[in-house]
């Protein structure tokens, strides 16, 4: 199961630039580590991880393997309204991860 | 939730930004100024050495004195003529710390005598945006990797002070020379000492450019000068890192789980809480620490703190089932390729005659005779640590994480090590000692790994499985060579590095870049990883791979009929790629007289490999008796590190070398029983004695023209000469260690 | 870094916060496919020289050495878990934004470690995140700007606990 974390500040207003803290509960599985019975974890990472404020998109980036486990991102957004803050990710296995979250203005 | 979050950034940022204060330096280092020891002050000094040990070592920063000008980061004049040079690595017995200094004094002419050498520190290093580079000892580089600037720094202040010189009594510089901490001008029959010319010389703008000497002009340089740290030693004044005492000073004896990797479950400290002495009981979750005003109390109540451990599903390894999963990885289809010339597998299938055979070694302990030890003391959000360690600024970035402090508010305080031996590059043990301060705040404590602790703890040399497979042809020429490994990987596992192409190169050290003039080599690795941790023991995959290499050679002049010497010279042409392991073979077999008449019942073993960037080779001379005693008649052992630095030094380390290394060969190893080390103190993982040792003859033999280590390619070739050696001597080959295991043990001497 | 006590709040409030992200089979997301994921090359763990890293990005466009900073710890405790931080100064308008921030190692066995997507509903051209590191190696931060000029800015990280194998 997947779990991810958003937080920015607990009051925002129009125009303010908020900086967006993300987690997101993944192993990043790098491919290079060999268990203890001898085989290769295969490589599992998130190949892209994407937000939207509403139906624009605020945010994506495609990480590599050189991104450490549990990823964290912060990035910053400009609020203009209330709106649905969705993250949405799939890894390398092809599962999808997704959090919503109210990004309320004043 | 969101404010606090806020509030706790602006605070760790504002942190961040308060600079380490501006008199940040290294502790005075007490070596004593006067030039050496006489019978009289050695039995003055002793007479109080007990109060002189209980001083205690924690001395006040030495801050900048405004009249003690600094050429450069390195060096310091004063004013009477002493010159100050910085050390910036780790001293653990390997000698260093000397010669690094050395570098500077050769270039910068000066005195030795009045030479006095201090440690720079990991959080000064930091402050300066790593003026003084590189501060680990490690892999037998701090000569060979900070030579050069260390010289320049010499030459450069060198040419400083005669600038001084010539601009006081209007000459040109080119009409001065500096010699023996002092400037002339030979025409007007002028003189000044650097003491008299530092505040000037330290105004100047340091040259863009500096010439180095020509090696054939060293004065210091390749003399066994004494080594710096010698009369405190002597003197029972050294202070190693097991020496530190601070006013309030509490001890930690800690307890890991037996089974690597295991976590506390419960624990009941209930019947040493309230004991005399006893501080507090910590559960750490990774281990168990008791703190207490004495460390004896500490280490024996924490045998009487009853832990239930969570071992996961590791309790049940043992030694047999390791060695089945590398007999596994011997046949794994998927396999790293780390050497692959011609067609290996085709040509062995062609060869006329063709050798197989399996080599084993174990895990090793490094066992350094002080324990792992780390004294830290977190006041508020200030850390001060003083850790017996080979990577101080590894030591300072791991003690701020573990405390949660800025980096900038850490100070590691340099101090001797009893030894080191790469089990103290890795921070475990520092990080154990900051989380028991954090938890202690405000007062500063001591934690020290008992012999047991150390032992079972351990991040131990791989054990490693070698399959060597050789075709010869008609004329008993070696033409094709496979090497496959099948054992852990330190840098995936310690270090989490990802493996280029999957290939460990200290797995397949010696392997890979094998010297012989072989047309097909295949070298294979298949990376079988345990729940035992492993890490870098010194001497590392050279400390075992040329064991199986240098052996298996052998096995193959044996069939080919051939002297060993002569085989192995035949596939080390004079050309650049071997003309190094060919002079370094010859220097050495001809200081043993190899091929000359031996008594009955003694016989010869050699061995020789590059490692750390030096060309070494040994021989032995053996003889076995009835009750199968080694007598070792003769170690005769040489290098070519390029350039011998100090001599003394490196016969000394050789000696180290062999001490370390024998004691491995004839019974190094630890076991695995119940996912648990089996050995627990030197009554089972049993040292050499003083009366086992035999004598040591070191060839040094500098070819010039490269930089060579030196702290560890001695136990390279050590265990295949004598294994060779015994080998002949029984009629029958040993193909793994320790000796012990066949019946073998060392005679005394 | 400041941040590496945050980010450990936050990851045990992870842990310890009931399931409210959802996992999603099945769901319909348009537009992630059609993407070209592009196989990521394994190095040979030699180090890389500038150009190496950012040409192939760059393609010639002009790039200057300025306008944009690396925030990273000089010593690095932990190869697995190096906090960075990019700043790139830019007024984040329409006509005038960051559209791309690559990070690029030295010695990775995958040069490109992440590459950010910006436009000027952010605001600020700013972002961190947490890196691994295969030793001490040069760390580069290439911005790419709307008019299809590049920024950049490097840094060299000391990985400490990987000194027995870095060579130096």
Redesign the interface.
């Known amino acids: 199961m997947n779990i991810a974390r958003v937080?920015?500040?607990?009051k925002v207003r129009t125009g303010d630039v908020v900086k967006v803290?993300l987690l997101v509960q993944h192993p990043m599985e790098?491919g290079?580590?060999?268990?203890?019975t001898?085989k290769?974890v295969p490589r599992n990472i998130i190949q892209l991880l994407s937000c939207h404020l509403g139906n624009q998109e605020v945010f994506r980036i495609e990480p590599s393997?050189g991104i450490s486990a549990n990823p964290f991102f912060e990035f910053f957004v400009r609020a203009t309204m209330t709106a649905e803050f969705k993250v949405q990710w799939i890894d390398d296995k092809g599962v999808k991860g997704q959090h919503l979250q109210i990004f309320n203005v004043m | 939730?969101?404010?606090n979050?806020?509030s706790?950034?602006s605070k760790?940022?504002a942190?961040?930004d308060a600079n380490a204060d501006a008199n940040a330096d290294a502790i005075a280092d007490p070596i004593p100024k006067k030039g050496g020891i006489d019978r009289r002050h050695f039995l003055k000094v002793s007479g109080t050495a007990s109060a002189g040990m209980s001083l205690g070592f924690f001395l006040p920063e030495r801050a900048h004195a405004a009249d003690t000008p600094q050429l450069n980061v390195w060096i310091e004049i004063e004013p009477n003529n002493t010159i100050l040079i910085r050390y910036a690595r780790a001293e653990m017995g390997q000698g260093s710390m000397t010669s690094a200094p050395m570098m500077i004094a050769e270039e910068l002419e000066a005195d030795w005598k009045k030479v006095r050498v201090e440690y720079a520190t990991a959080h000064e290093n930091?402050r300066t945006?790593?003026a003084y580079?590189?501060m680990?000892s490690?892999?037998s580089?701090t000569i060979r990797?900070s030579q050069e600037y260390l010289r320049k720094a010499g030459a450069t202040a060198r040419e400083m002070l005669i600038v001084a010189a010539a601009q006081k009594w209007n000459v040109p510089a080119s009409e001065c020379k500096a010699s023996l901490s002092r400037v002339t001008h030979a025409p007007s029959k002028r003189s000044l000492t650097y003491g008299q010319l530092a505040v000037d010389a330290a105004k100047l703008e340091a040259p863009k450019t500096v010439q180095l000497k020509d090696p054939k002009n060293w004065t210091l340089i390749g003399k066994s000068i004494p080594r710096v740290d010698i009369p405190e030693i002597v003197l029972g004044q050294r202070s190693y890192g097991i020496d530190t005492q601070l006013p309030g000073m509490l001890h930690a004896a800690v307890a890991a789980c037996p089974v690597f990797n295991g976590k506390v479950k419960s624990l009941d400290a209930s019947k040493v809480e309230n004991r005399r002495g006893i501080v507090k009981v910590l559960n750490m979750g990774e281990f168990v620490a008791v703190v207490a005003d004495n460390w004896w109390r500490a280490k024996e109540a924490l045998r009487e703190v009853s832990v239930e451990w969570d071992v996961g599903e590791h309790g049940t390894l043992t030694s047999a089932a390791i060695m089945a999963?590398f007999k596994?990885?011997m046949e794994?289809s998927?396999l790293a390729v780390a050497r692959n010339d011609g067609n290996t597998v085709e040509a062995l299938s062609k060869s006329a005659k063709v050798v197989e055979a399996d080599y084993f070694t174990p895990y090793l302990a490094h066992a350094t005779m002080e324990p792992m030890v780390c004294t830290a003391w977190l006041q508020g959000d200030k850390l001060e640590v003083w850790s017996s360690t080979q990577?101080p600024?590894?030591t300072?970035?791991?003690s701020?994480?573990t405390a949660?402090v800025?980096?900038a508010n850490v100070k590691v305080h340099p101090v001797q090590l009893g030894g080191g031996l790469?089990r103290k590059?890795?921070?475990d043990f520092t990080r154990q000692a900051v989380m028991i301060a954090k938890a202690m705040s405000g007062k500063p404590v001591k934690m020290l790994w008992s012999r047991e602790e150390e032992i079972q703890h351990g991040l131990y040399r791989p054990a490693s499985l070698m399959r060597f497979k050789g075709g010869l042809n008609a004329n008993g020429k070696v033409e094709a060579l496979h090497i496959r490994v099948s054992a852990p990987?330190i840098?995936?596992t310690l270090?989490?590095?990802?493996?280029?192409?999957g290939v460990d190169?200290?797995a397949v050290a010696s392997f890979n870049d094998h010297p012989y003039d072989i047309p097909n080599t295949l070298v294979d690795y298949?990376?079988?990883?345990?729940?035992v941790p492993v890490g870098?023991w010194r001497t590392v995959g050279h400390s075992q791979n040329p064991f199986g290499r240098e052996c298996f050679i052998d096995e193959l002049a044996l069939a080919a009929g051939k002297d060993p010497v002569a085989f192995r010279l035949d596939m080390l042409p004079n050309n650049e790629k071997s003309k190094r392991d060919r002079s370094i073979l010859e220097a050495v077999t001809k200081a043993a007289g190899w091929g000359s008449q031996l008594p009955n019942g003694v016989f010869r073993g050699v061995a020789e490999t590059e490692g750390y960037g030096s060309w070494t080779a040994c021989v032995c001379e053996v003889s076995v008796n009835a009750k199968n005693e080694v007598k070792i008649h003769r170690v005769v052992i040489g290098i070519d590190p390029g350039y011998a630095v100090n001599p003394d030094n490196i016969v000394a380390q050789f000696q180290g070398s062999v001490v370390h290394g024998l004691t491995a060969i004839f019974w190094g190893e630890n076991t695995i029983k119940e996912g648990r080390v089996e050995q627990s103190n030197f009554h089972d993982y049993r040292m050499m004695r003083l009366n086992e040792m035999p004598k040591v003859e070191v060839v040094i033999a500098p070819t010039g023209g490269f930089w060579g280590g030196v702290g560890e390619p001695a136990q390279a070739p050590l265990a295949p000469a004598l294994v060779n050696a015994i080998s002949a001597a029984m009629g029958k080959r040993i193909r793994s260690l320790p000796l012990k295991n066949h019946g073998l043990t060392l005679k005394v001497s | 870094?400041?941040?590496?006590?945050?980010v450990m709040?936050l990851e045990s409030r992870v842990r310890r916060t009931a399931l409210r992200s959802l996992l999603l089979a099945g769901f319909a997301m348009p537009w992630l496919f059609g993407r070209v994921v592009h196989a990521q090359r394994?190095?040979?763990?030699s180090l890389l020289s500038l150009n190496d890293m950012v040409q192939p990005i760059v393609k010639g466009a002009i790039l200057l050495n300025k306008d944009l900073q690396i925030e990273a710890?000089?010593?690095?405790?932990?190869?697995?878990l190096v906090p960075i931080q990019i700043q790139v100064q830019s007024p984040m308008s329409a006509q005038d934004h960051v559209t791309h921030i690559y990070l690029l190692s030295q010695r990775?066995?995958v040069t490109q470690m992440a590459v950010f997507q910006l436009g000027p509903w952010n605001g600020r051209a700013e972002v961190s995140t947490r890196v691994?590191l295969?030793?001490t190696q040069e760390v580069v931060a290439l911005a790419r700007l709307s008019n299809g000029e590049f920024r950049y800015k490097q840094m060299e990280i000391?990985v400490?606990?990987?000194?027995?194998?870095d060579a130096?």
């Not at chain 2, 298949?526 to 729940?531: F, H, K, L, S």
């Not at chain 3, 710890?73 to 697995?80: C, I, Q, V």
Request: hydrophobic share 35%; aromatic share 2%; with cysteine.
């Open positions: 937080q920015w500040p607990d803290r790098t290079y580590l060999q268990d203890l001898g290769v393997s | 939730m969101n404010a979050l806020n706790e950034v760790a940022d942190n961040a930091l945006k790593r580079g590189d680990a490690v892999g580089r990797h999963h596994a990885g794994q998927e990577n600024e590894a300072l970035a791991v701020a994480a949660g800025p980096q790469g590059s890795p921070q990987s840098l995936a270090l989490k590095l990802p493996l280029p192409r190169g200290q298949a990376q079988r990883n345990t729940n870098f | 870094m400041n941040s590496q006590h945050e709040k394994m190095n040979s763990g710890p000089l010593l690095a405790d932990n190869g697995s990775n066995p691994r295969a030793g000391i400490t606990e990987s000194a027995c194998v130096s």
